[in-house]
């Protein structure tokens, strides 16, 4: 994985949060972070925790399976409870045109705010709930009310009412020549194998949210798989062989 100065400098202000969680013994965060960043940092993590710290690291973006998380360094006695993060809820008048998640995060980011203090955005037919850091959160009440020529009406609301969109799903079966994460990524977004094994030596691939760049990786049932810009999929089910000695596998895709 190429490390840029980009990166440089988010790994070197990540250590800084643990070493303060470690040392002052309280709870440090890290901005949110896309997949990629997550999985330096897991990466990072490792190497730190080396020590047999008593601190941990957690990712957390408000809801099980958040894309965009932030990396919590936490002592023994606190939780994600701890977390710093707000829920933005937006409405938009009846019988408008349904915003996208682009139309809100380009009129975030026109209001002057960094994509970093940004969660998830999970848009709904007359709105959305967007996950932010709570220090944003009064700016945004004061300041966001317009998406484009769409007036927007935002309320704060707690983490335990943020809406989920239930996400569908289709699952696959197929047969791949060996568990490698080349065959398997093919299967899964209806890739050639040369595309799959393109897409995972540029850094487009994530398995259990750790950027893998070796196309021969062998993948275990339950694994999750991203591919930025296709979606995510489960590995769900690894099965016997064909009489070709080809293996069956079952991917639950999310569409």
């Not at 994600?80 to 809820?89: A, K, M």
């Not at 959160?137 to 009310?145: I, V």
Request: net charge negative; glycine share 6%.
């Amino acid at each position: 994985m190429e490390i840029t100065k980009d990166d440089k400098m988010l790994l070197a202000a990540a250590e800084d949060k643990f070493h303060q969680s470690s040392q002052q013994y309280r709870t440090t965060y890290t901005n949110f972070l896309d997949l990629h960043q997550r999985s330096l940092i897991e990466q990072q993590w490792r190497e730190l925790s080396r020590d047999a710290s008593d601190t941990r690291c957690v990712f957390w973006g408000g809801y099980e399976d958040a894309e965009r998380t932030v990396a919590m360094f936490l002592p023994d006695y606190a939780d994600e409870s701890d977390c710093p993060l707000s829920v933005i809820r937006i409405k938009t008048p009846p019988g408008g045109r349904k915003l996208t998640h682009r139309d809100y995060l380009g009129s975030l980011t026109g209001l002057g705010l960094k994509r970093e203090v940004i969660g998830d955005i999970l848009t709904v037919e007359n709105g959305a709930d967007v996950i932010i850091l709570e220090d944003i959160e009064e700016f945004l009440l004061m300041n966001y009310s317009k998406a484009g020529r769409t007036s927007l009406q935002l309320e704060a609301v707690s983490l335990e009412e943020l809406h989920v969109p239930e996400h569908r799903s289709v699952m696959v079966k197929d047969t791949v020549a060996s568990l490698r994460l080349d065959n398997v990524i093919a299967s899964a977004f209806s890739l050639s194998r040369g595309k799959a094994a393109e897409a995972i030596r540029s850094g487009l691939v994530f398995v259990n949210s750790i950027q893998s760049e070796k196309p021969d990786m062998q993948v275990d049932e339950g694994a999750k798989l991203v591919l930025r810009g296709k979606g995510k999929a489960y590995l769900r089910e690894v099965g016997g062989r064909t009489r070709k000695d080809r293996t069956f596998i079952a991917i639950e895709r999310f569409v």
